[in-house]
Protein backbone atom coordinates (compact mmCIF):
# COMPACT_ATOMS: atom_id res chain seq x y z
CA UNK A 1 0.00 0.00 0.00
CA UNK A 2 1.37 3.51 -1.33
CA UNK A 3 0.51 5.97 2.27
CA UNK A 4 2.66 8.48 0.55
CA UNK A 5 -0.19 10.48 -1.06
CA UNK A 6 -2.76 9.72 2.03
CA UNK A 7 -0.06 11.10 4.69
CA UNK A 8 1.62 14.03 3.57
CA UNK A 9 3.77 14.32 6.69
CA UNK A 10 5.27 11.95 9.17
CA UNK A 11 3.64 8.86 10.26
CA UNK A 12 3.63 5.33 11.86
CA UNK A 13 2.21 1.91 10.43
CA UNK A 14 1.63 -1.72 12.72
CA UNK A 15 0.94 -4.55 10.87
CA UNK A 16 2.01 -8.23 11.95
CA UNK A 17 3.76 -11.62 10.77
CA UNK A 18 0.75 -11.93 8.73
CA UNK A 19 0.85 -8.45 6.91
CA UNK A 20 -1.91 -7.59 8.56
CA UNK A 21 -2.00 -4.27 9.02
CA UNK A 22 -3.35 -2.71 12.17
CA UNK A 23 -3.52 0.82 11.57
CA UNK A 24 -1.57 3.56 10.35
CA UNK A 25 -1.58 7.21 12.69
CA UNK A 26 -0.21 10.43 12.22
CA UNK A 27 -1.00 13.56 14.08
CA UNK A 28 -2.34 13.46 18.13
CA UNK A 29 -3.89 10.29 18.47
CA UNK A 30 -3.08 10.05 22.09
CA UNK A 31 -3.66 7.15 24.68
CA UNK A 32 -5.02 4.80 21.89
CA UNK A 33 -3.56 0.97 22.66
CA UNK A 34 -3.51 -1.53 19.68
CA UNK A 35 -3.54 -5.26 20.39
CA UNK A 36 -1.44 -7.28 17.94
CA UNK A 37 -1.87 -10.93 17.72
CA UNK A 38 0.78 -13.02 15.76
CA UNK A 39 4.85 -14.51 16.15
CA UNK A 40 6.13 -10.65 15.66
CA UNK A 41 5.45 -7.04 15.06
CA UNK A 42 6.55 -4.39 12.71
CA UNK A 43 5.89 -0.70 13.32
CA UNK A 44 7.30 1.34 10.23
CA UNK A 45 7.95 4.93 10.67
CA UNK A 46 7.91 7.07 7.49
CA UNK A 47 9.38 11.07 7.67
CA UNK A 48 8.85 13.39 5.05
CA UNK A 49 11.88 15.20 6.96
CA UNK A 50 10.31 18.54 5.84
CA UNK A 51 10.06 19.74 9.91
CA UNK A 52 11.04 18.69 13.14
CA UNK A 53 8.50 18.74 15.85
CA UNK A 54 7.97 16.58 18.90
CA UNK A 55 7.36 13.55 17.02
CA UNK A 56 5.86 9.83 18.46
CA UNK A 57 5.94 8.08 21.44
CA UNK A 58 5.27 4.26 22.28
CA UNK A 59 5.19 2.17 24.88
CA UNK A 60 5.46 -1.66 24.05
CA UNK A 61 4.21 -4.30 25.92
CA UNK A 62 5.14 -8.25 24.85
CA UNK A 63 2.40 -10.64 25.98
CA UNK A 64 3.57 -14.44 26.11
CA UNK A 65 1.19 -17.05 24.04
CA UNK A 66 -1.52 -18.45 26.58
CA UNK A 67 -1.44 -15.23 28.74
CA UNK A 68 -4.14 -12.88 28.66
CA UNK A 69 -3.92 -8.99 29.74
Do not use: R, W
Not at 4 to 26: L, P, R, T
Amino acid sequence: MDLSFAFSYDYMKIINDQNHAYGVYCGQKTGQSVLVTGDYVVIIFHSDESDEQKGFLLYFTAVPIGNSI
